[in-house]
Structure formats: structure tokens, C-alpha cells
């Protein structure tokens, strides 16, 4: 039982370049969510899917994409990588028969220069 | 909207020394309460938490107690250990557009030194 799992750990991109941060969850999950980390801000939201079939934008949904594959799967993409997106991210999943506990990867260190 | 409010730190703490970390919030409704802990290089994990007013969440040695007269989750600790050295994130998980929304705080950096 992993629980959540990201990839990469690390990654360093260019302006301009395009990248796919993967989650994967094997709680049976249906809520999934993304967050970036960065000092002083705490965890803002960045999107989340309720369930399988659906995403919605969060806080800072900017410069971002998702797409929930299947139940496990939920991926966030960045077109177009800018320096104010050098962050720490976080997915995240959740669901009422765990208490609504949410449950949190290891997280992606992302710099782009 | 939902907030939480927490002090940033860094809290710098000697070894066996009280922990109080607070943690006021603003919600509608009926809130559940939870503090979660980030250790170095990790993702969050649940330290404890509250669902109904009154309730008090304990784990390793924490507790916090829901009071929805202060509208407060304050993070206790009698005798912290340097293992303690961590990022404490008070969080509040309330209905928010139809959905499970979970709000956090800024996180409160704590240091333990021997």
C-alpha cells in the first residue's frame, strides 16, 4: 500500500518549457487535489477533482492544466514553465470512508530558471 | 471564504520545554479541525484532529481542543524532544461549492535544539 505517489521528485525546467507532474493513489480515493508550497504562503490550491470525470480550478489555477486519467490518476501539466512557478508541489487525495483526512505525496521540488 | 490563521516562527524551543502553537479560524457552518506535520523533505501528514466542538485531538504526545467560543485549535505539547523539529500546519475542512474543501494556514517552522 504506497498511498500517494508523485513524480519527479526533482526538476529543473527553462522558461518556456512544458513538464507533466504525475499522482497516482491506491486508497480507492475519489477527491484528489493539487497544491504548490512556497514560504510564507502556506498551501494554496491550485485545482482538484471531486471525482472521476470531473476537475475545477482552485486559488491559483494559472498557467496550469489537469486531467484525472482514471480514479487513481491525476496529472498537472505546465504549458509554458515561468520562474514564478518555481514551487514545491503537493497532490493530495481524500475520501469520506478515511475520515476526510487528506493524504499527501512526497511532493515535486520544481525550479525553472 | 474559510481562513486560518497561524504564526509563521521559526519557534525555537529547548529540549523539554512547553509547546503552544496557535491557531485561530474563521468558517461557516461546522468545521473539522486538524493539524498536520511536515518533516524535512516530506509531504504533510495528519498529526490529530477535531471533528465537533469540545472534542480534543491527541497524538504522540499533542492535543488540541476544538473551542468554537474562540474559534480557536491551539497545538499543545508538555515536553517537546528535538524529533519535534518540524513544520505544524493548523487546517479546517468545511463544505465549500459542493465540495470537500481543506483550508490551511501558513504553517508555523518549530526547532528544537538540545
Known amino acids: 500500500n504506497a498511498g500517494v505517489t508523485q513524480t519527479p521528485k526533482f526538476q529543473v525546467l527553462k522558461t518556456g518549457q512544458s513538464m507533466t507532474l504525475q499522482c497516482a493513489q491506491d486508497?480507492?480515493?475519489?477527491?484528489m487535489y493539487w497544491y504548490r508550497q512556497d514560504p510564507g504562503m502556506g498551501l494554496r490550491l491550485i485545482y482538484y477533482?471531486?471525482?472521476?470525470?470531473?476537475?475545477d480550478k482552485g486559488e491559483v489555477p494559472n498557467g496550469y492544466n489537469v486531467s484525472r486519467l482514471n480514479k487513481r490518476e491525476f496529472s498537472l501539466r505546465l504549458e509554458s514553465a515561468a520562474p514564478s512557478q518555481t514551487s514545491v508541489y503537493f497532490c493530495?487525495?481524500?475520501?469520506?470512508?478515511?475520515?476526510?483526512?487528506?493524504?499527501f505525496g512526497p511532493g515535486t521540488r520544481l525550479t525553472v530558471t | 471564504g474559510n481562513s486560518v490563521t497561524q504564526m509563521e516562527g521559526p519557534v525555537t524551543l529547548s529540549e523539554e520545554a512547553f509547546l503552544t502553537i496557535n491557531c485561530t479560524y474563521t468558517?461557516?457552518?461546522?468545521?473539522?479541525l486538524f493539524w498536520y506535520v511536515q518533516y524535512p523533505g516530506e509531504g504533510l501528514q495528519l498529526l490529530l484532529k477535531?471533528?465537533?466542538?469540545?472534542d480534543k485531538g491527541s497524538n504522540k504526545g499533542f492535543e488540541a481542543t476544538y473551542r468554537k467560543e474562540t474559534t480557536s485549535f491551539h497545538l499543545e505539547k508538555g515536553s517537546v524532544q528535538v524529533s519535534d523539529s518540524a513544520v505544524y500546519f493548523c487546517?479546517?475542512?468545511?463544505?465549500?461549492?459542493?465540495?470537500?474543501?481543506?483550508?490551511f494556514g501558513i504553517g508555523t517552522k518549530l526547532q528544537v535544539i538540545p
Open positions: 468558517a461557516t457552518g461546522y468545521p473539522s
Open positions: 486508497m480507492n480515493h475519489n477527491s
Open positions: 477535531a471533528t465537533k466542538a469540545d
Open positions: 493530495a487525495s481524500m475520501d469520506r470512508p478515511s475520515g476526510y483526512e487528506q493524504y
Open positions: 477533482s471531486a471525482s472521476e470525470g470531473t476537475t
Open positions: 487546517a479546517l475542512r468545511g463544505l465549500s461549492g459542493g465540495y470537500q474543501k481543506v483550508t
